[in-house]
């Protein structure tokens, strides 16, 4: 079954560095086009970025624009976000999500999830 | 930037009853709309895309319409496992944009 497994949450202080894996199985990883999003505590979901199946194209939400950087290495079938300059307004739970394949084109909607990973920004 | 908008923010229904949850687009987003169902402590999961398709797996009891900017998710008959965070989210143009949710909570 498709399984969606993040790791290296943390605290981390303002103007810090981290990086997220999200380890994918039970499916081709490198057919799917993968996402980050977010949810602040007790907020709702923000889409923070995403990566198309052989890295040909990114793009970021603006509010990470410049300070996170998607990655993939289909080889491990794993999913990275870099995250540095970080801010307070940064802590969330972080997701990865595999976006929907509808007749072999990504469609970006969200069929798996992952349980999250939670980054706490504070001094 | 599309902003999308939902109504109410929390819903108090009596189980066996039937919820109506409203998602409004900002501008059109066509039929480019997905819904999630969220619980406590969980990942979201994909109830409803394509505006009105359910996702596999989805009990029947759950329905969507709408297009445009106007949207709407059905639930026919709460069951104690539907109360809930429920979230929309636009597809159609980057960034990708969910609304701020509605909880559907036990009357």
């Known amino acids: 079954q498709v399984q969606l497994v993040e790791s290296g949450g943390g605290l981390v202080k303002p103007g810090g560095s981290l990086r997220l894996s999200c380890a994918a199985s039970?499916?081709?990883?490198?057919?799917?086009?993968m996402s980050w999003i977010r949810q602040a505590p007790g907020k709702g979901l923000e889409w923070v970025s995403y990566?198309?199946?052989?890295?040909?194209?990114?793009n970021y939400a603006d509010s990470v624009k410049g300070r996170f950087t998607i990655s993939r290495d289909n080889a491990k079938n794993s999913l990275y976000l870099q995250m540095n300059s970080l801010r307070a307004e940064d802590t969330a739970v972080y997701y990865c999500?595999?976006?929907?394949?509808?007749?072999?084109?990504?469609?970006?909607?969200?069929?798996?999830w992952g349980q999250g990973t939670l980054v706490t920004v504070s001094s | 930037e599309i902003v999308m908008t939902q109504s109410p923010a929390t819903l108090s229904v009596s189980p066996g009853e039937r919820a109506t949850l409203s998602c409004r687009a900002s501008?059109?987003?066509?039929?480019?709309l997905a819904w999630y169902q969220q619980k406590p402590g969980q990942a979201p999961r994909l109830l409803i895309y394509?505006?009105?398709t359910r996702a596999t797996g989805i009990p029947a009891r759950f329905s969507g319409s709408g297009s445009g900017t106007e949207f709407t998710l059905t639930i026919s008959s709460l069951q104690s496992e539907d109360f809930a965070v429920y979230y929309c989210?636009?597809?159609?143009?980057?960034?990708?944009?969910f609304g701020q949710g509605t909880k559907v909570e036990i009357k």
């Open positions: 990566i198309s199946s052989s890295s040909s194209y990114t």
């Open positions: 999500a595999r976006e929907a394949m509808v007749r072999g084109a990504a469609n970006p909607y969200f069929d798996y």
């Open positions: 501008q059109s987003v066509s039929s480019n």
């Open positions: 394509g505006a009105s």
């Open positions: 039970g499916f081709t990883f490198s057919d799917y086009y």
């Open positions: 989210q636009q597809y159609n143009n980057w960034p990708l944009a």
